[in-house]
């Protein structure tokens, strides 16, 4: 689950990290009110967005007075902002976050994540934040630092040092960073994070470090430990499909191809998707119904497929394990029977209960289309999802 920077924040604060002062703000006036609170300019208007690289997309600007907060905050609520990592949609700015400004010196990139190879936290941390920090990665790899924390003695002082002198932090500024990233450390383990991010950490020409930008994100899986942070969620940033599937407790990930997918494991479900792409389609969505799955969750994931306007064809791949196929073809029956199928359904029942389940599928009289294997299952979803969209043109 992601939050907004004002929000992380907050956060932030709660841990000792220190951010620049700041308001949220819906409409312009209020922004206005927000910028003459914070007494100063110049100040930073910025979009609520759950993406990154809101600045180049426009969402960020610096502002050095009220009538220039008034019109840049006019412009800005209400436009769809289009950052490379929010896709072809963009995102719909609804709230702007109104902070202090900031005498920069230096910009510094420091985040906490998962490590999954060797089961552990990393602190990742570079010299050269900011912006562009994605492209350093690619380009000089050997700007990025990485330090593993043990999960058995957890973060001490000592690797926030080891950090603070590969980034040539001396004196306060040392003992500063060693701070931030103990609270960071404490906020990923007390709040069941996959990410704390601070991007860009700068250093102020008054010698001070501050965390310029915040971003928070958590494991879902976790959530019910937070009450918390569900509180923080924002369901206007995300796909309608995604907040309808939690509910059934499917893994459903919408996506921009017109194959739908219907699938039980998430390996069998990326290898699903592997396949589509290589006899030329896209996938519509990762969609794990999951090894125990009821008649009701499977109907339900049906109707989340179809509700995608782009899904030309869907491809339900079922290798019986706990899940049996007898289930899924009951689920896929009742689908059927309550709403209009607009598109042709592949199905590839193995497993568990295979015969059962193609039994059942015979027997109904639905027009579906049978396949054996997981290659020739793949191929007709593919070449269906063509002619539908041939056939829309």
């Known amino acids: 689950m992601k939050i907004h920077e004002y929000q992380s924040c907050e956060l932030f604060e709660r841990y000792g990290i220190p951010c620049p002062k700041g308001y949220l703000a819906m409409y312009p006036e209020e922004a206005v009110e927000a910028a003459r609170k914070l007494g100063a300019f110049p100040v930073a208007v910025k979009a609520q967005i759950h993406s990154g690289g809101r600045r180049k997309a426009g969402g960020v600007k610096i502002c050095f007075s009220k009538s220039e907060v008034r019109e840049y905050s006019k412009g800005l609520i209400g436009k769809v902002l289009y950052p490379h990592q929010a896709g072809p949609e963009g995102k719909l700015v609804r709230r702007i976050y109104i902070t202090a400004g900031s005498n920069i010196e230096q910009e510094y990139y420091v985040s906490m994540t998962v490590d999954a190879e060797n089961a552990s936290v990393v602190m990742i941390a570079s010299a050269d934040g900011g912006t562009e920090i994605e492209e350093l990665s690619r380009t000089h790899p050997e700007k990025i630092f990485r330090l593993n924390i043990d999960p058995v003695i957890g973060y001490k002082d000592y690797n926030g040092w080891e950090m603070a002198k590969m980034l040539d932090f001396e004196g306060e500024q040392a003992k500063t960073f060693v701070k931030i990233a103990r609270g960071m450390y404490r906020l990923f383990m007390d709040k069941d994070c996959s990410l704390v991010e601070i991007n860009p950490l700068i250093t ?101 497929v179809l509700s995608d306007p782009n899904v030309r064809s869907i491809l339900v791949n079922i290798f019986g394990g706990i899940m049996k196929c007898d289930v899924i073809a009951q689920g896929i029956i009742e689908a059927a029977k309550s709403m209009e199928i607009r598109v042709p359904v592949v199905v590839r029942l193995d497993g568990t209960n295979a015969e059962e389940g193609r039994a059942l599928l015979q027997k109904s009289g639905l027009d579906l289309i049978p396949a054996e294997t997981f290659a020739e299952a793949a191929k007709a979803a593919v070449e269906l999802a063509n002619q539908g969209k041939e056939a829309a043109k």
């Open 204 to 304: 102020t020409k008054e010698g001070d470090l501050i965390a310029l930008d915040a971003k928070v994100n958590f494991d879902d899986n976790a959530l019910f430990r937070h009450p918390d942070i569900m509180e923080l969620r924002d369901y206007d940033e995300e796909d309608p499909k995604e907040i309808e599937a939690s509910k059934y407790d499917l893994n459903y990930v919408s996506l921009d191809g017109s194959v739908g997918c219907m699938v039980n494991g998430a390996g069998l479900a990326m290898a699903t998707m592997d396949i589509i792409k290589n006899f030329g389609g896209e996938p519509a969505n990762f969609l794990d119904v999951g090894g125990s799955a009821t008649t009701e969750r499977v109907k339900a994931a049906f109707e989340i």
